[in-house]
């Protein structure tokens, strides 16, 4: 038996009248899922335990099998990982993104315009991030660039327990009342205001403007922590594991587990990215021997976070069309037995641009036996119709590898 897990990041929603009363779940076109439905198992899974915050590093945390209350440790661990970065025992990493905030006044006064500086691109961010290190490096930080508006910032022999704000929380928002707070808020603060007159004229955001796009006039650090020790996941659960996504965190999770992550030309952490692509990957490492792959898609979060419910739903369908889709024909031609659990890691609502603590749904299917317990369609309606319940979201997986 081969597994898949098909994560759609942030793919649930609540229902809008932007969609005529539907969620974005509901709104799409999913033949493919809406063939599998009645013959599979539906319901609720609870990815974020009480206490913990709605990200997408808890959540992806429990899905793949790991309990947050027991692992998490913060989110820029997991990034700086996956980035190559190596980290000391002692080190506390930062998630450090490029944003657009409102021009003039108080830095304490401008408005979050955006989170991810209009998705600018790696090579625009990388020379940023370079040129902010000359300014801001030095013995007891490190700045490191990632990939588009995701970078890291390294704190040697640093300390926990800020209050620091996910950017993406506050879009529209005044940034007051959300800057750092804790032993080094001070100079977190300072960072940021420095990277602002640094960058706001810098070339790259003159061009930018220029061109009708977003600047990245500032970094925002976020996300504090220390390294984790997940432990080898083929250890845990004798099978052996690959990760496919473009993702610094999901990577960084898989590579904490000891999975093999697979690289995929033309993946992103958009809607543009090749969903077909990253199918098929998935279906060459399992026919090819492996046991088990973790397939993520980042396009539906990036689409709650901006609000935008017509590509939401279009990411939706791409996921239903040319990943599923491609996962059920593989699979037929090659005449091989698989299981398939399709879920998001939360919900990220449109209508507020954020993640929230809600429970999840999610389809177990296999082309071995039928499972259904009474969805017609992989709806948030119809799986919490089910009555099934999973409240120890890390558990989740356990279904899945049950099917033998």
């Known amino acids: 038996m081969k597994y898949v897990v098909v994560l759609g990041d942030g793919m649930a929603d609540w229902k809008s009248d932007k969609l005529g009363g539907k969620t974005c779940l509901e709104a799409a076109q999913t033949p493919n899922l809406d063939k599998l439905a009645p013959i599979s198992e539906a319901g609720l899974c609870k990815t974020v335990p009480d206490g913990l915050k709605p990200g997408s590093d808890v959540a992806n945390m429990s899905v793949l099998g790991f309990d947050p209350l027991k692992y998490y440790t913060g989110r820029s ?31 304490d006064e401008k408005i979050m315009k955006d989170y991810s500086a209009g998705e600018i691109s790696t090579a625009e961010a990388t020379e940023l991030i370079n040129f902010l290190k000359t300014h801001l490096d030095g013995d007891k930080f490190k700045l490191y660039a990632g990939i588009s508006y995701r970078h890291c910032l390294v704190a040697a022999n640093g300390v926990t327990g800020h209050e620091l704000t996910p950017p993406h929380d506050i879009t529209d928002k005044p940034v007051t009342g959300h800057l750092p707070e804790g032993e080094n808020a001070g100079v ?28 990245a006039n500032s970094i925002w650090l976020w996300g504090e922590g220390t390294k984790p ?161 999973v409240a120890d979201g890390y558990r989740l997986i356990e279904k899945l590898l049950s099917i033998k």
């Open 188 to 215: 977190y603060l300072e960072m940021m205001k420095r990277s602002y007159d640094l960058l706001k004229d810098h070339p790259i955001n003159a061009k930018r403007k220029a061109e009708g796009k977003n600047p």
């Open 229 to 389: 020790a997940l432990g080898c996941f083929e250890a845990q659960r004798n099978l052996t594991g690959a990760i496919i996504s473009a993702v610094d965190l999901v990577r960084g999770l898989g590579m904490l587990a000891d999975m093999k992550i697979i690289d995929v030309a033309g993946a992103t952490g958009d809607y543009n990215t090749d969903f077909e692509g990253k199918a098929n990957a998935a279906a060459d490492a399992l026919l090819g021997g492996t046991d088990f792959v973790y397939l993520h898609m980042e396009a539906p979060d990036e689409c709650g976070h901006h609000g935008d419910y017509a590509h939401k739903v279009y990411s939706i369908e791409q996921i239903d069309n040319k990943v599923i889709g491609t996962l059920l024909k593989r699979f037929k031609d090659a005449g091989e037995d698989f299981a398939m659990l399709v879920c998001p890691d939360h919900p990220t609502p449109c209508a507020i641009k954020t993640h929230v603590s809600e429970p999840v749904p999610y389809l177990l299917y296999t082309n071995k036996i039928n499972l259904s317990n009474g969805a017609k369609r992989y709806t948030e309606a119809e799986a919490a119709a089910t009555g099934e319940y």
């Open 77 to 107: 661990p997991l990034e700086a990982v996956s980035m190559g970065i190596d980290l000391k025992p002692t080190d506390v990493t930062l998630r450090c993104n490029l944003v657009t905030l409102s021009e003039g006044g108080a830095f």
